[in-house]
C-alpha cells in the first residue's frame, strides 16, 4: 500500500514538471523568436536577451504558480524542487539539441559565444526556474 501512494505521488510530479518545461519552452521560443527578428537587429544581441530576461521570469512565475494549484502538488519543498529540477533537465536537453543540432556549435563553442552579462542573466533564470516551484507558500490552495 505504500509504495502504490509513493507511485502514485511521482505521476503528478512527473506531470508537472513535463508541462512546465512544455509551457515555458513554448513561451520561450515565442520571445527568442522576436527577440531574433526584431530586437537583436535594433539592440544587439545583449539589450536583446536583458530585455526578454523579465517576460520569461513572468512565465516562469505565473506558469509555477498555475501547476501548483492545477496538479495539487504536496506542500513538501522536496517534491516541489523534483518538478523544477525535472523541467532544467528536459529544459537544458532541449537547449543542448538545439546548439549542438541546429546550430551546429560545439558546447564549448556554445558557451564561449554566449555573452557574459546576459548569459549570466540566463543562467540564473534557469536556477529560479528550477527552484521556484518549491520556494512558492507551501500550503494547500483549497
Known sequence: ?????????????????ASYFA??????FVLGAVRTLWLVPALGERSAE???????????VVTARWLVRRFALPPQRLARLAV???AL????????AVVLWLR???LADYVASRDPVSG????LSLGLFAALPALLP???SG
Do not use: K
Not at 536583458?50 to 516562469?60: G, H, K, Q
Not at 549570466?120 to 543562467?123: R, T
Open 23 to 28: 509551457i515555458v519552452f513554448a513561451a520561450g
Open 138 to 140: 507551501l500550503r494547500r
Open 104 to 106: 551546429r556549435l560545439s
Open 84 to 86: 523544477g529540477l525535472l
Open 89 to 96: 533537465a528536459l529544459m537544458l536537453a532541449a537547449e543542448l
Open 120 to 123: 549570466s542573466v540566463y543562467l
Open 50 to 60: 536583458l530585455i526578454e530576461a523579465p517576460l520569461m521570469l513572468a512565465v516562469v
Open 1 to 17: 500500500m505504500r509504495g502504490d501512494r509513493r507511485a502514485a505521488g511521482a505521476v503528478p510530479i512527473l506531470a508537472a514538471g
